[in-house]
């Protein structure tokens, strides 16, 4: 997936994937994914999606700071 948030690209085919966090089972509609990423350019972001009663309904990308890609390591 690609987006485009503030003028920077985030995309999962050419970042660097970090750790991907899994909770629930396939087909479970309060299970999501939240797959961590870094950039070339070392900017973080996170690739979410989830069923329908997840936090994440629908499959996104999120940009986030070094700092809460940190804090969401550590977690």
Do not use: H, Q
Not at 1 to 22: F, G, H, P, S, V
Not at 49 to 70: C, H, L, Q
């Amino acid at each position: 997936m690609k987006k485009i948030i503030c003028k920077r690209e985030y995309d999962t085919e050419t970042a660097e994937l970090i750790k991907k966090n899994t909770v629930g089972t396939f087909g479970d509609p309060a299970g999501y994914e939240e797959t961590l990423y870094k950039t070339d350019k070392g900017y973080f972001f996170l690739y979410v999606n989830g069923g329908e009663d997840s936090p994440y309904k629908k499959e996104d990308i999120k940009s986030v700071s070094a700092k809460k890609a940190d804090e969401w390591l550590n977690k």
